[in-house]
């Protein structure tokens, strides 16, 4: 179960504008989803060590060292609002 | 027959035949799949090519210029990659995905793009931004999804082959519903750098193909470390094209978990009449167990959204991609992200931010995690006595349009079968094993880390005693 306080708390966190209508079809639509998932809280799992990784891998490193990169315009030729070599954002204070 | 209905009719491995034999031009090849997938009517197809790639396809190309059409959501440079989503209409990307890039170079030019659901996430292409795309074995019916697209154009015959990506089911399910082979490789076995990512722990790239050789062809040129993966890995030795004749000392293991109870029962006649034909060929047969098989989807569908609401993050109006303008920057986040995003797309990213945020983490991230330890040991126990792991690919053939769309988890229970796998890393295949009802079934063999040779091999020994005939589709 997830309620509609939950659901608004979730979407702020995930940056996601919800309209009223969405609100209520995500708390219903995410309780009923919960509903199946939840079984697999009743497992045994005392001991069990979770999946980080599934195939055996050494970590992989390499040396830090420079190399070429894309140029800055064509990486700013995407961007909704190039300035002056970087991206653009509307003021993050209100 | 024409010359045309006579290319489309050869597999593309023996179009590359033609092609080196220089029986058949490349460029006469390319124009062929062109005009095919420029008149697409099953909205398979995102962007087709105006023409073949100058210069042409080495001559001795291993794939023999033979035209790729590519899921949309791998990036291509210049070239439209949307990942079937409006956030990312138009998105023309700087630089192009590690096994795009391989394929080409082996001598297989882009056709085109195919649509998909909205960043993978679906299991019926009933999610892209760009409109459903129609099975070609009915048309009031979906192809399946993700990679409903490349599924659709290959058994349509729009294109030779294509290439898709598999988190859950996305390559294998399609494959099925639209009657063509669809095989997800191990994972790391094919560099990921390039694909716009939905889960990273889990996506792999694969090949979508009329038959089982076409896929180990062009799997062949797909795999291979590639230092802008750190997670990809040297595939050990080459993906061999399969020959075997039988299955003479081959053991398939059939678990009553995924082959019994929610199975339809047109696809279970198939699967068995399938058992029949590999014990036929010499396979020994058993049922075996996977107890944590029934737990797969629900520790999928926390893993998968827990990673994607990490991975979309990126998509919030400032490097590429749609913006919708406001004042403050947490507020054009969060109304871009509300105007670009379609509702499986919100729905996932919500669950997904839920099952990682503070106080719910170790219930439902941490204990999927878990779970998922024991679907990967409950593989290596049954490896330990089976080579494969065989089920039906998708508990049902293909479904009407908009038959699912109200019940997000009756639309889940789509993936029943194909879940497991990824979440082990393991390699599966699925192969059409017959019609239900005048639609595909599709089998599936799943098989240990780095068995893809080996599960080509056996795949094709049945795929010539079951003697599927796809070419209704391709009409």
Redesign the interface.
């Known amino acids: 179960m997830?309620d509609r306080d939950?659901?608004l708390?979730?979407?702020s966190?995930?940056?996601?504008?919800?309209?009223d209508v969405?609100i209520d079809t995500?708390t219903s639509?995410?309780s009923?989803?919960?509903d199946?998932?939840?079984?697999?809280?009743e497992?045994d799992?005392e001991g069990?060590?979770?999946?980080?990784?599934?195939?055996d891998?050494v970590n992989?490193l390499?040396a830090d060292e420079p190399e070429p990169c894309?140029p800055v315009d064509?990486?700013l030729?995407?961007?909704?609002?190039p300035v002056s070599g970087g991206?653009g954002?509307?003021?993050?204070?209100? | 027959m024409d010359s045309v209905t006579s290319l489309i009719e050869l597999t593309a491995t023996g179009a590359a035949e033609r092609v080196r034999a220089r029986e058949i031009e490349p460029a006469e090849l390319f124009d062929v799949y062109r005009s095919r997938a420029a008149g697409d009517d099953l909205n398979a197809f995102t962007w087709v090519a105006d023409g073949p790639p100058t210069p042409g396809p080495a001559p001795d190309a291993p794939l023999g210029g033979v035209p790729l059409a590519v899921k949309d959501l791998f990036c291509t440079e210049g070239v439209p990659s949307q990942a079937g989503s409006r956030i990312l209409e138009g998105y023309r990307p700087p630089y192009t995905a590690t096994v795009v890039a391989n394929l080409m170079r082996a001598g297989a030019p882009l056709l085109g793009k195919t649509n998909q659901d909205e960043f993978a996430m679906g299991s019926s292409n009933e999610n892209s931004a760009f409109g459903p795309v129609l099975n070609p074995w009915d048309r009031s019916r979906v192809p399946g999804g993700s990679s409903g697209g490349s599924a659709a154009a290959v058994a349509a015959g729009l294109a030779p082959w294509a290439i898709g990506t598999d988190t859950g089911g996305s390559i294998r399910q399609p494959a099925a519903l639209c009657g063509i082979v669809g095989l997800k490789p191990t994972y790391g076995a094919c560099s990921r750098y390039g694909m716009i990512a939905f889960a990273s722990s889990l996506d792999q790239a694969g090949p979508l193909t009329r038959d089982v050789t076409d896929a180990a062809l062009l799997l062949r040129h797909m795999v291979g470390r590639d230092r802008l993966d750190s997670t990809s890995i040297e595939f050990p030795g080459e993906i061999e094209l399969p020959h075997a004749e039988d299955l003479a000392g081959i053991r398939l293991g059939v678990p009553e978990e995924l082959a019994g109870d929610g199975i339809d029962p047109g696809v279970l006649e198939s699967f068995k009449a399938t058992l029949k034909l590999a014990e036929g060929l010499g396979a020994r047969i058993e049922s075996c167990r996977l107890p944590h098989a029934a737990h797969a989807l629900s520790a999928y569908y926390l893993i998968a959204p827990a990673e994607a609401s990490a991975n979309l993050a990126r998509f919030d109006g400032v490097r590429y991609g749609l913006r919708v303008d406001a004042d403050e920057l947490t507020e054009m986040y969060s109304r871009t992200r509300a105007a670009g995003f379609g509702a499986e797309v919100k729905r996932r990213i919500m669950l997904g931010t839920y099952a990682l945020s503070s106080g719910y983490y170790d219930a439902y991230y941490g204990t999927a995690q878990k779970v998922r330890t024991k679907i990967a040991d409950d593989f290596a126990d049954a490896f330990a006595t089976f080579d494969f792991i065989v089920t039906p690919t998708s508990p049902w053939t293909a479904f009407k349009l908009g038959s699912k769309v109200a019940d997000p988890y009756a639309m889940y229970l789509n993936d029943i079968c194909t879940v497991p796998m990824p979440l082990a890393g393991l390699p599966a295949i699925s192969i059409p094993s017959g019609l239900s009802a005048g639609l595909p079934v599709g089998f599936q063999l799943a098989g240990p880390a780095f068995s893809e040779s080996r599960m080509l091999s056996s795949a094709y020994a049945l795929e010539r005693a079951i003697g599927f005939d796809g070419s209704p589709a391709r009409r």
Not at chain 1, 13 to 19: D, G, H
Not at chain 1, 36 to 41: F, T, V
Not at chain 1, 77 to 81: F, I, K, L, Q, R
Request: charged letters at 15%.
């Open positions: 997830i939950q659901v708390h979730v979407a966190l995930a940056r996601l504008q919800l309209s969405e995500m639509e995410l009923n989803v919960l199946h998932i939840e079984k697999i809280r497992l799992l069990v060590p979770p999946t980080t990784h599934v195939i891998v992989a390499r894309l064509v990486v030729a995407a961007a909704p609002e991206f954002v509307p003021s993050p204070v209100a």
